[in-house]
């Protein structure tokens, strides 16, 4: 899919496919501590069901959450391509839930807008220790840098890699060569490639999105 163009996800409105909290949205607050209702407990989670955003151009670029997808619609930004079961009622309207929605103005994707930090190595790296290769919760995982910080090793992309504590231990102040260790793959910036390799993991659930993203 060739072009370099549309290498990385955007990241600006808060809603770039950080999985994590792109499925929460950050306006969602405890305003009240006051019990919810299972009703509004279903619409609530309902609320932040993942929706896949496709550009104008039908290229998936994001996931987002229901309710800023819903919010992207009433703005005239957006419009539903799939719709999902389900429904949200508000006094005078019920109104189908989006499932995929698509950007009616074609945005320009920049390249490698995704910021470096601790969060995206490990959505990266999916939660995998890049030297043993098993998988952990992000609590037991670190930040190495493969050529080590003292031998002039940057912050970046490509020499940041998930790892677990053993393995940081062991490696120490080496390379992976001097370690006796090899990397699970070659680190790489976060790009739109990857992000559609993690919306085709979320998406695996929804059948609707299968033909935008199984290509
Ligand atoms: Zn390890």
Redesign the pocket.
């Known amino acids: 899919m060739g072009s370099n163009r549309h290498m990385s996800a955007d990241s600006r409105g808060g809603h770039a496919l950080e999985a994590g909290r792109a499925i929460v949205p950050s306006s969602e607050s405890p305003a009240s501590s006051r019990p919810l209702s299972p009703l509004s407990m279903r619409r609530a989670s309902l609320m932040q069901e993942p929706v896949l955003v496709l550009n104008a151009t039908y290229e998936p670029i994001n996931v987002t959450a229901v309710r800023r997808a819903m919010v992207l619609m009433l703005k005239g930004v957006a419009q539903a391509e799939e719709l999902h079961n389900a429904e949200v009622h508000s006094a005078a309207h019920s109104h189908r839930v989006p499932s995929v929605i698509r950007l009616l103005a074609y945005r320009h994707i920049p390249q490698q807008s995704r910021a470096l930090s601790r969060k995206n190595i490990l959505l990266r790296d999916r939660n995998t220790?890049q030297?043993?290769s098993?998988v952990f919760p992000s609590s037991e995982l670190t930040l190495d840098h493969v050529v080590p910080r003292s031998r002039g090793g940057r912050s970046s992309w490509e020499n940041l890699v998930a790892?677990?504590y053993?393995?940081n231990n062991s490696k120490g102040d080496r390379t992976p060569e001097e370690a006796g260790l090899k990397l699970a793959r070659r680190p790489r910036p976060f790009t739109l490639h990857t992000s559609r390799q993690l919306m085709r993991l979320i998406g695996h659930r929804d059948d609707r999105w299968r033909k935008y993203l199984f290509y």
């Open positions: 220790c030297f043993c098993r790892c677990c053993q393995c």
